[in-house]
T-cell receptor, first 119, second 118 residues
Framework: DTAVSQTPKYLVTQMGNDKSIKCEQN?????MYWYKQDSKKFLKIMFS???????INETVPNRFSPKSPDKAHLNLHINSLELGDSAVYFC??????????????????FGPGTRLTVT | AQKITQTQPGMFVQEKEAVTLDCTYD???????LFWYKQPSSGEMIFLIY??????QNATEGRYSLNFQKARKSANLVISASQLGDSAMYFC???????????????FGSGTQLTVLP
């Protein structure tokens, strides 16, 4: 069974369009994430989200917005796509870590990635 | 300043030999976790091994071990008896204990591309 799934796997679109990438996890995790991997393979956190809070990386343009219909899903909406948005986008999930707890071995489970190409 | 530094963009190793992939980190938080992930050419991210800042012993998982030197702030990954299937990009990552709740983010290094030669 797939733990973290993303659709679509490939997305080719034109500048200015609005698109969404869907993410679903069946692990019962409370926390989900979106990462962007650029052409140099550098992975950068975009959002962290659980039932209570959304943490946004301050460098993410507000054209990007996460939307979570329920705790098993965290979709990524992108408005007015730009050439620089071309990248691989990864969804991930992990168990929530109580705030009083120190470092946790709860690893993040990643989806297969969505390769977005903006032309 | 980079929080996670991987100074080896590419490494080569002969099959069946051991290889060490370097990772240094920077944090003022006394409580943190260090992770290694593997990304083969197919693109998925695979968790390999974890080391907590308070762990007394170096982590091991099968052929993977972590050479954790806290004073030097290094967490090098050692792969023993390399196999052709180990050829992939390897990422070191850190989770810090941030104040804003349970959504603990990972900060990744730039990765090391490992090629195992037959």
């Amino acid at each position: 069974d797939t733990a973290v799934s993303q659709t679509p796997k490939y997305l080719v679109t034109q500048m200015g369009n609005d698109k969404s990438i869907k993410c679903e996890q069946n692990l019962g995790h409370d926390t989900m994430y979106w990462y962007k991997q650029d052409s140099k393979k550098f992975l950068k956190i975009m959002f962290s989200y659980n039932n209570k809070e959304l943490i946004i990386n301050e460098t993410v343009p507000n054209r990007f917005s996460p939307k979570s219909p329920d705790k098993a899903h965290l979709n990524l909406h992108i408005n007015s796509l730009e050439l620089g948005d071309s990248a691989v986008y990864f969804c991930a999930s992990s168990q929530a870590i109580p705030s009083w707890e120190g470092p946790s071995s709860y690893e993040q489970y990643f989806g297969p990635g969505t390769r977005l190409t903006v032309t | 300043a980079q929080k996670i530094t991987q100074t080896q963009p590419g490494m080569f190793v002969q099959e069946k030999e051991a290889v060490t992939l370097d990772c240094t980190y920077d944090t003022s938080d006394p409580s943190y976790g260090l992770f290694w992930y593997k990304q083969p050419s197919s693109g998925e991210m695979i968790f390999l091994i974890y080391q907590g800042s308070y762990d007394q012993q170096n982590a091991t998982e099968g052929r993977y071990s972590l050479n954790f030197q806290k004073a030097r702030k290094s967490a090098n990954l050692v792969i023993s008896a390399s196999q052709l299937g180990d050829s992939a990009m390897y990422f070191c990552a850190m989770r810090e204990v941030i104040s804003s709740g349970s959504a603990r983010q990972l900060t990744f290094g730039s990765g090391t591309q490992l090629t195992v030669l037959p």
